[in-house]
């Protein structure tokens, strides 16, 4: 974990309240992304950046943004969050493209009523 | 869409026994990953295989890949208690970003 920190780690919100969730790196690597983890799902990339500024959907994207304005964070916001939206929520970064190694934050568990 | 599935789904050894666990993927790739996840943790890389690598070391983790079969296995040598944690593989897909599979749960009995 060492390098990237996720905040809060723990949050528990209401059904259609926004909630951000941040990731710091202090790698200076060019990619980040966030995954968000389910059981019997494995991992499942929500949105990625390759730059500041520069970000693109994935797998599961519906109900998330993201902004990166420095290279070190990357914010992911769920403007009105839902029950679905219950999850464990990973960023990660890499040098390279998605098929480099990556390397994972701690994680932040999200628990929407 | 997972392009990774691990097997088993969980697997449960005594300590100082091999442990062995497979990957199998649907599309062609440039290379296969395996991770590391302890309980409540994030994921740490183990090792990367190229597709043009059939087998590679890391201390004692063995990994394989047959791109005919489309298939990965991950043997664990001398399983010690601090190896029980989930491990998944993960390929890359056609825009370079990774696909992971849901994962091989590893308990090892002291």
Known sequence: DAGITQSPRHKVTETGTPV?????????????YWYRQDPGHGLRLIHYSYGVKDTDKGEVSDGYSVSRSKTEDFLLTLESATSSQTSVYFCAISRGSGGNEQYFGPGTRLTVT | SQQGEEDPQALSIQEGENATMNCSYKTSINNLQWYRQNSGRGLVHLILIRS???????????????????SSSLLITASRAADTASYFCATDDSNYQLIWGAGTKLIIKP
Do not use: F, P
Request: hydrophobic share 15%.
């Open chain 1, 20 to 32: 951000t969730l941040r990731c710091h790196q202090t790698e200076n690597h060019r990619y980040m």
């Open chain 2, 52 to 70: 043009n690598e059939r087998e590679k070391h890391s201390g004692r983790l063995r990994v394989t890949l047959d791109t005919s079969k489309k």
